[in-house]
Every structure is written in structure tokens, then in C-alpha cells.
């Protein structure tokens, strides 16, 4: 049976040199290590599927945020990432599910398993985990191919809410 890798929020606004100093990810590595997910799902003969996080290009999010801004290449996916399929989908909000059409596709296309990678682990990886696991999808998070920013704490509070509810960490 067919597998899915999910590849959320890996944009600009998160991985450039000209990001916030609030993500301080490090952009070669996690590049890296996604990119080599994206190639082994895609050899195997798995769906790679792209996430983007946008918030509504409106002034006052322009001033709150001054990131992900719908239609700013900022916005865009990250120029370093391996593009190998055309499936994309964009979200409103940290759980990826709550585009209807991609909870569609991967209830048509029926995946054993979904693997989530990219930003942030303790923030729209942990919501579209738990967003999967809601919805009766078999969800994993590749643990080589996540990164955060968060404080611990809130990162082991993510974590321990994954774990209750069976989402395992590979």
C-alpha cells in the first residue's frame, strides 16, 4: 500500500537569510535532511506532498505577523527544497486538514501511512499530526526531518500530547 510524506511550512519566510530572528532554524541541515526524505519516499514510489502556511495579506497582518503573507515571496516554498511532485496545498491554520481538499485527497488515494516532516515539531507538525489522527488517517513524524524553535517546555507539552495519542516519532 501506498504511503504519503507531508512537507509542512518548508518557505521562505522560515529558511532565508532574510527571515526573523525569532526562526533561527538551521536551514542547510534541515534542508538536507528533508530533501533526503522527499527523494527516498519519491524512489520508493510514494506521494510527496507540499503544505504552505499562509496568513491573508492584510495590512494589519503585514504589521502583526510580517510573515507567510499570502501572495509575498516569502510565502513561496523554499528555493533549496526538492520539488518532485505537484501536489500543494495551502492551510489557514496549523492543522494542514483543515483544507478540506487535501483531507479529500488522502482519503481517496486511502494511505497506509503519512509521514509529516518540516516546521515547526511542537507547532503545525504536532497540530497536523493530531488534525490526521482526528480524522482516522495513520500519521508518523520523521524525526529527522523536523525542527523547532519553541521553548522546551512547550515542545514536551507537544510531544506528550503526541505520544497520547499514538503518534509515534520515527
Not at 529558511?15 to 534541515?30: H, I
Not at 526524505?37 to 507540499?50: K, N, Q, T
Not at 533549496?80 to 483544507?99: E, H, P
Request: hydrophobic letters at 40%.
Amino acid at each position: 500500500m501506498k504511503n504519503a510524506l507531508l512537507v509542512i511550512d518548508m518557505q521562505n519566510d522560515y529558511l532565508w537569510e532574510a527571515r526573523k530572528p525569532k526562526f533561527a532554524y538551521n536551514t542547510a541541515k534541515l534542508v538536507d535532511d528533508v530533501n533526503t526524505l522527499i527523494h527516498a519516499y519519491a524512489d520508493a514510489g510514494h506521494d510527496v506532498i507540499y503544505i504552505r502556511h499562509l496568513i491573508q495579506n492584510l495590512p494589519t497582518n503585514r504589521l502583526l505577523f510580517g510573515y507567510s503573507i499570502a501572495g509575498t515571496p516569502g510565502a513561496e516554498l523554499y528555493s533549496g527544497l526538492d520539488i518532485v511532485s505537484k501536489y500543494r496545498f495551502d492551510k489557514l491554520f496549523g492543522d494542514a486538514f483543515t483544507n478540506r481538499y487535501l483531507e479529500r485527497m488522502v482519503r481517496e488515494r486511502g494511505y497506509a501511512q503519512l509521514c509529516l516532516c518540516g516546521l515547526d515539531e511542537a507547532g503545525c507538525v504536532t497540530a497536523t499530526a493530531l488534525g490526521a489522527k482526528k480524522r482516522g488517517f495513520e500519521a508518523v513524524i520523521c524525526e529527522r526531518g523536523v525542527a523547532t524553535v519553541m521553548p522546551e517546555k512547550k515542545v514536551s507539552k507537544a510531544r506528550e500530547k503526541l505520544g497520547q495519542a499514538g503518534i509515534r516519532r520515527i
